[in-house]
């Protein structure tokens, strides 16, 4: 239960977990307040016990999950060369929670809630190609063409509802989910694709393939979009100037271009995104006609302009191997320039129905460099250690908006009940922190309100924030060993994330130490975390936006450590 992990932040933590003089709340502790109708009720502002959360919430789960494929495979007769192929696969799944939260539960006082929730998920899919492989002296070459069809579908249906109140009376009217018509969804996504390999004499081989996707996500005029790729590889290692040299066992180098699509769409209605559709509205949004209340239903915002999020890279890498393959590893260059970015964005006052959208926002740039090493530095007969490292440098850039205007336009990212805290424009990383520059003071400990002057007009307006880093690390690195003697192999893996950075909202979401802060009016105490002492800021409205709760989030982590031993016949019958 998320929420108990957030009331187990702000809860007072000096009052207990357990009352023994009240029952009334299953025998936990609870923030209290007397109501003219039931009494002594838990105060509806307060921060609920954390513990009683949990205990008191029986949510049950239980899913079948049904996996089926076929796999045919047709060598011609008489045409040996030409093979036909075939794959079917199904997938079916079906899973209900149940949720029992009893009338006594703070959480859920005094009616307590009871219902369920379905979901049935089916995924299809039919994979047919033909594959023609021929070899002629130091020629070698192979093409393939085929169809693909896949077919996405969920139905999710609920119903909650509350138990009998104290007089009697189910309160259907307030306590009944309007989500209890099922909701159902399916996309569907046909591609035409192919490939060809040419390879001369094992030193020089190259690659094409195409694809033409379309996804019923977009509307008929965008739906279709080809993805054409292009490699060449020379395997140096095998030219004659090689033959006489004792460095090299192996060097290839990579040349490549492609394109790629991207249809994935984090929204509720991301099946129908591009079409008007209806969501039923919320617990309690109701419209009587007599004595009868029905359930509204709100239009959704959509996009008919929507279309695929096309990826263009360019690559150029080198592999290699040398000292009897003791060491082996590979250095890549990329380039990588996305347009039409799918992104969901904050839509102008009466643009649409509702104040985000689906859109095609811009064009991002990736480069980066990443380098591997395999290496074996021991090798004897007894004795092995192997030694892998791993690093990968990225930088990306937004070097098109297109749903503003002007050099200063930017789109509004993540943020807090508050306002935006991360934004992108041109000529910055997607989703940079977008903030105001803190001043400190002489103990080096933050001014609430007080911030940099940056363009100098002698006030702190929204035209002071800057972009001050992002969540996308700049260097990714991995480092794993494995020392093997004998039976016996004793091994771990390392791996870190550098330069990058988050938002703290843990931090800034308990700053307020002021008497309100810390003392509601409305009869609690809420919890703060240590920073907030550190800081000691009151209530000022963009607290929130300042560059100190822009931390640095690098770190180095252990993934796992292994002792093994290899038996060689266990038990006398496992080898």
Not at 227 to 250: H, I, V
Request: net charge negative; charged share 20%.
């Amino acid at each position: 239960d998320a929420g108990a992990v957030g009331a187990a932040l702000s809860f007072d933590p000096t009052q207990p977990v357990y009352d023994s003089n009240n029952a009334s709340f299953g025998g936990y502790w609870e923030w209290t307040q007397n109501d003219a109708k039931f009494g002594l009720i838990p105060n509806p502002q307060a921060t609920r016990n954390p513990l009683a959360t949990l205990m008191l919430k029986n949510d049950r789960s239980k899913s079948n999950d049904v996996i089926a494929s076929a796999e045919f495979d047709y060598k011609v007769h008489n045409f040996t060369d030409l093979h036909l192929h075939l794959n079917l696969g199904t997938e079916h799944a079906y899973g209900k929670q149940t949720l029992d939260i009893p009338t006594y539960a703070a959480s859920n006082y005094p009616y307590g809630r009871q219902g369920y929730e379905d979901q049935t998920k089916t995924n299809n899919s039919l994979n047919v190609y033909a594959l023609y492989t021929k070899e002629l002296a130091r020629h070698k070459f192979d093409v393939m063409a085929g169809y693909e069809w896949q077919h996405f579908y969920r139905e999710t249906y609920n119903e909650y509802k509350g138990y009998a109140n104290p007089d009697g009376i189910v309160d259907n009217i307030t306590y009944k989910d309007p989500t209890s018509e099922p909701t159902k969804t399916e996309n569907y996504l046909l591609s035409l694709f192919g490939r060809a390999n040419y390879s001369f004499d094992d030193r020089y081989l190259f690659t094409a393939t195409f694809r033409n996707d379309r996804s019923s996500r977009f509307s008929p005029d965008n739906r279709s979009a080809f993805f054409p790729s292009f490699a060449f590889a020379w395997k140096a290692a095998n030219e004659g100037f090689m033959k006489n040299q004792t460095l090299f066992n192996d060097l290839k180098l990579r040349l490549g271009y492609g394109t790629t699509g991207q249809q994935e769409i984090s929204v509720p209605n991301a099946d129908y995104a591009y079409i008007p559709a209806y969501t039923y509205n919320t617990t309690g949004a109701y419209y009587p006609f007599g004595n009868t209340y029905y359930t509204t239903s709100r239009p959704d915002a959509y996009n008919p302009e929507l279309k695929w999020e096309t990826t263009y890279t360019y690559n150029a890498g080198v592999d290699f191997s040398i000292l009897n393959s003791r060491i082996n590893g590979a250095v890549d260059y990329y380039f990588r320039h996305t347009k039409d970015l799918i992104n969901q964005i904050t839509a102008p006052a009466g643009m649409n129905f509702r104040n985000k959208i689906v859109q095609n926002v811009g064009t991002l740039d990736n480069q980066g460099v990443e380098f591997s090493l395999n290496t074996k530095p021991v090798v004897s007969k007894d004795f092995t250690w192997e030694l892998n490292y791993n690093v990968a440098f990225n930088r990306n850039k937004i070097t098109k908006l297109t749903v503003g205007s002007g050099d200063g336009y930017i789109a509004e990212g993540a943020g807090t009940f508050q306002g935006y805290v991360q934004g992108s424009a041109v000529g910055y990383p997607a989703n940079s922190f977008y903030v105001y520059q803190q001043v400190y003071d002489n103990n080096g400990r933050p001014i609430e309100g007080l911030y940099v002057d940056r363009n100098g007009d002698h006030q702190i307006t929204a035209a002071d924030r800057y972009f001050y880093h992002n969540g996308t690390p700049d260097v990714n690195m991995g480092l794993s060993s494995k020392i093997i003697y004998k039976s016996f192999d004793l091994g771990f893996t390392l791996r870190a994330s550098i330069g990058n950075y988050m938002f703290n909202g843990i931090a800034v979401g308990g700053s307020n130490v002021s008497d309100g802060g810390v003392y509601s009016s409305l009869g609690f105490f809420t919890n703060k975390p240590v920073s907030a002492f550190d800081t000691n800021f009151g209530t000022n409205s963009t607290n929130f936006l300042s560059d100190y709760y822009i931390q640095n989030a690098s770190f180095v982590r252990c993934d796992n450590i292994t002792l093994g031993y290899s038996f060689k016949k266990l038990f006398g019958v496992i080898n």
